[in-house]
């Protein structure tokens, strides 16, 4: 014998009592897991918990909680509660939009949800260029006065963002109140991270990393939990909004640079009431980050004469909320379409409630057409995203595939000649569940128009999908993507 009797009896009877644990273990978590998630999300989760207990158990303790914490919950719904009151009694901060009576239910739902209003007279400009919006940001940037308040999922300090940054330094020097959040994880992961931050500590910016992971100092939290939102507000009277992050279009990553790939993106300059309700989703994240509260943006005030005549709304989502605002709004909208449903987003995993609004609208004869890219940045999202694909050319959707090594990064839809969307907010279960998303409401053909000539151009440069091709792929690409898909629902 390689070991005596009795060690091997200890041995035996730590197996056996480690074996009742483990069943312990599925039994109480058959409980509490399904608990206010998703049965597709609940069933992976179970399924991983019974085939390896310890593991499961402890991938559940760390990524398995998708809500902030209790103090960061209490301030939204304090800042939600303000902000109602304020907008209540203000008749300026309403809307006389008289377009289709789904759309004014649609704003009613955000509004009750996210707590800020339809407004009227917003001027909307679309930047499809990736530079251009840089440079459109640093422009607005050297005009500021009061102001700058700014929040992005990425920042870097390189060749592209230099002058940007440099005109936020310039504006902190001469006394011009400067305020920049970016997601500490997002951030960290980018090449120059450390350069970054050292250019900021020896400037005037006040800045805070976004939902930091430090465990010495005691900030914890679930792992996976990004702030994803892109916003900067000049003043009170410029904004900017939409899918690209502060960093140069390779992503500082050498890789990318040889083969070519760069990121596609979208963002809009707003002016009008608009720009305050995205101040107040900033002053928000602001709060939660500094504790100190931006009080006098939390306010709508009328800024006339107004300088367009878009209306429009601010729709925040993400784990502070309870709601999943972004995908009650995606689902009413879509189901609410009649002609016709344009969707760009750079990760479509949509949960079911999401994939049977779009193909029961393409059943109904609704023109349904989707832009991915041909080729994703990230593997188990791209895989989980391909193997959607059968279901939706089936219903009638035409997929566009963007032409590779190009990652189409922009996240919009249009609804008939009613609605666009756009922000930061994808398709997919993190984006509903574990991201703090933005997403801004604009109403009326003008706008939607401007869209629809970003979605041309996407379409020249695309190759449609088509069912037979799909459905020829090798057996292997398809166990890949359904074991992918398979991970996107462990939430």
Not at 455 to 482: F, G
Request: hydrophobic fraction near 40%.
């Amino acid at each position: 014998m390689l070991f005596p009797f009795p060690f091997g009896q200890e041995w035996t009877w730590l197996l056996t009592v480690w074996a009742i644990v483990e069943v312990g273990l599925r039994i109480v978590l058959l409980g509490v897991i399904p608990g206010n998630r998703r049965p597709t999300t609940a069933m992976a989760w179970l399924l991983t918990v019974f085939l390896v207990p310890s593991v499961g158990f402890i991938l559940f303790l760390l990524f398995g909680n998708f809500r902030l914490s209790k103090r960061r919950r209490q301030q939204q719904e304090d800042v939600n509660r303000r902000v109602r009151a304020v907008t209540d009694g203000l008749a300026e901060a309403g809307s006389e939009y008289a377009g289709p009576e789904w759309v004014t239910s649609a704003g009613e739902l955000n509004r009750r949800l996210g707590s800020l209003p339809m407004v009227d007279g917003n001027k909307v400009e679309l930047i499809p260029g990736y530079e251009e919006s840089i440079k459109a940001m640093t422009e607005a940037i050297k005009g500021a006065k009061n102001y700058v308040n700014a929040e992005f999922y990425i920042m870097s300090s390189d060749f592209l963002t230099n002058d940007l940054l440099t005109e936020l330094e310039k504006a902190a020097d001469r006394g011009v109140t400067v305020r920049l959040l970016f997601d500490h994880i997002g951030t960290l992961r980018i090449k120059g991270y450390r350069r970054l931050i050292r250019r900021l500590r020896a400037s005037q910016v006040q800045w805070k990393r976004m939902l930091p992971l430090l465990p010495i100092h005691g900030q914890w939290r679930r792992p996976d939990l990004r702030n994803h939102r892109k916003i900067m507000v000049i003043d009170g009277e410029i904004a900017f909004t939409g899918s690209q992050n502060l960093i140069e279009p390779s992503y500082n990553n050498p890789k990318h640079r040889k083969v070519g790939r760069k990121w596609v993106e979208l963002m809009s300059r707003l002016e009008g009431p608009i720009v305050s309700t995205l101040n107040v989703v900033f002053a928000t994240d602001w709060l939660s980050e500094t504790d100190e509260s931006l009080e006098d943006q939390l306010r709508l005030p009328t800024q006339p004469p107004p300088p367009g005549n878009v209306t429009a709304q601010v729709v925040p989502s993400g784990p502070g909320f309870a709601t999943e605002n972004n995908l009650r709004l995606f689902n009413t909208l879509i189901y609410s379409a009649q002609h016709r449903i344009s969707i760009c987003s750079p990760y479509f995993v949509p949960d079911d409630s999401l994939l049977y609004a779009i193909t029961t609208a393409a059943q109904r004869g609704v023109d349904v057409e989707l832009f991915v890219s041909e080729k994703g940045d990230q593997f188990l999202v791209h895989h989980a995203q391909r193997s959607y694909y059968e279901a939706l050319l089936e219903a009638g959707v035409r997929i566009y595939l963007y032409r590779a090594p190009y990652v189409l990064h922009a996240k919009h839809f249009t609804i008939d000649d009613e609605v666009a969307v756009l922000g930061s907010s994808n398709m997919d279960m993190r984006s509903f569940s574990l991201n703090m998303e933005v997403s801004v409401m604009l109403l009326g053909a003008e706008t939607v128009n401007l869209m629809r000539s970003v979605e041309s151009t996407y379409r020249e440069v695309s190759r449609e999908l088509m069912l037979d091709d799909w459905m020829d792929r090798p057996p292997l690409a398809k166990y890949v993507d359904n074991v992918a898909r398979l991970t996107a629902t462990l939430q």
